[in-house]
């Protein structure tokens, strides 16, 4: 399984950005797929994920400004980032959280390769 991220970029304070995050390969289901950041210095952190029942779990930091979507056909999930800070400057991971292969009886989670997004004040 891959998971290929996109959307990342260098904006200013107040404007928007849009994550993309595409899994590809022998998947059957994705219980929870989201998004995590890290800042230089900082751990990993939750920003927002979405289980296949549309349940959805913000940090503090970003809700009421950013959204996360998903569409479980194509194995894609997505965040919408409104009113960006530059504290959400940060390479943000896509990832897929116990994952069903077609073959294969245990989930599994996996990581995207992050993208990085940069808020300028």
């Known amino acids: 399984v891959q998971l290929q991220a996109s959307g990342g970029g260098l904006v200013q304070a107040g404007e928007s950005l849009r994550l993309s995050c595409a899994a590809s390969g022998s998947i059957r289901s994705i219980n929870v797929m989201g998004w995590y950041r890290q800042a230089p210095g900082n751990q990993r952190e939750l920003v927002a994920v979405?289980?296949?029942?549309?349940?959805?779990t913000y940090a503090d930091s970003v809700r009421g400004r950013f959204t996360v979507s998903r569409d479980n056909a194509r194995s894609t999930v997505f965040l919408q980032m409104n009113g960006l800070k530059p504290e959400d400057t940060a390479v943000y991971y896509c990832?897929?959280?116990?994952?069903?292969?077609?073959?294969?009886?245990?989930?599994?989670?996996?990581w995207g390769q992050g993208t990085q997004v940069t808020v300028s004040s």
């Open positions: 990832n897929a959280e116990r994952v069903r292969l077609y073959g294969h009886l245990s989930p599994r989670n996996y």
């Open positions: 979405l289980t296949e029942d549309k349940i959805a």
